[in-house]
T-cell receptor
Framework: KNEVEQSPQNLTAQEGEFITINCSYS?????LHWLQQHPGGGIVSLFM???GKKKHGRLIATINIQEKHSSLHITASHPRDSAVYIC???????????FGTGTLLAVQP | GAVVSQHPSWVICKSGTSVKIECRSL??????MFWYRQFPKQSLMLMAT?????????EQGVEKDKFLINHASLTLSTLTVTSAHPEDSSFYIC?????????????FGPGTRLLVL
């Protein structure tokens, strides 16, 4: 079992829909990152959080430390949101990041 | 703030040549930088941790003589792939941790795609 699990692996949505991507982890962490990767493109840091909730534009990230779970929400989704979304956690002991396998999101117009 | 750049963004080279990739923190100093590699349809994997002024720490299975890392200043780390072979073709990504902050605070560069022919 992977130490960082994301769900779903693939997600297709219609433009305007509310989207949720989930991340569960099994190790003690110091922080959790949400990253965005466009096809053939680089990595964009979306959020880094260790507790609570953060919001940036149409994106919201939450984390529940007790349940070892985080969610990334996209409101009013748009085709330009189509990308791979990656959850990564920093181990408490080493701060080294462990990455999930990513969620491929396709938002159709 | 907290912008990390990588250069080049794309590189194609012949087998046997060496390729240098730069990672720069543009608006902050970074005592620690990390180098990752991503093969197609796979997760990012940590290759090494680069500390300014000292030797890099490599992850198990990563050849230090093949992937030379130099972190000579607080804003620049370089990764040199020596005698590159087609199996080294991959997406290389760096991240930087601002000096004085927890190492968990990492900001990612856009990545460098390497194709070895």
């Amino acid at each position: 079992k992977n130490e960082v699990e994301q769900s779903p692996q693939n997600l297709t949505a219609q433009e305007g829909e509310f989207i949720t991507i989930n991340c569960s982890y099994s190790v003690g962490i110091s922080a959790l990152h949400w990253l965005q990767q466009h096809p053939g493109g680089g990595i964009v840091s979306l959020f880094m959080l260790s507790s609570g909730k953060k919001k940036h534009g149409r994106l919201i990230a939450t984390i529940n430390i007790q349940e070892k779970h985080s969610s990334l929400h996209i409101t009013a989704s748009h085709p330009r949101d189509s990308a791979v979304y990656i959850c990564a956690v920093g181990r408490s002991a080493t701060n080294k990041l462990i990455f999930g396998t990513g969620t491929l999101l396709a938002v159709q117009p | 703030g907290a912008v990390v750049s990588q250069h080049p963004s794309w590189v194609i080279c012949k087998s046997g040549t060496s390729v240098k990739i730069e990672c720069r923190s543009l608006d902050f100093q970074a005592t620690t930088m990390f180098w990752y590699r991503q093969f197609p349809k796979q997760s990012l994997m940590l290759m090494a941790t680069s500390n300014e002024g000292s030797k890099a720490t490599y992850e198990q299975g990563v050849e230090k003589d093949k992937f030379l890392i130099n972190h000579a200043s607080l804003t620049l780390s370089t990764l040199t792939v020596t005698s590159a072979h087609p199996e080294d073709s991959s997406f290389y990504i760096c991240s930087a941790s601002p000096s004085g902050r927890a190492v968990r605070d990492q900001y990612f560069g856009p990545g460098t795609r390497l194709l070895v022919l």
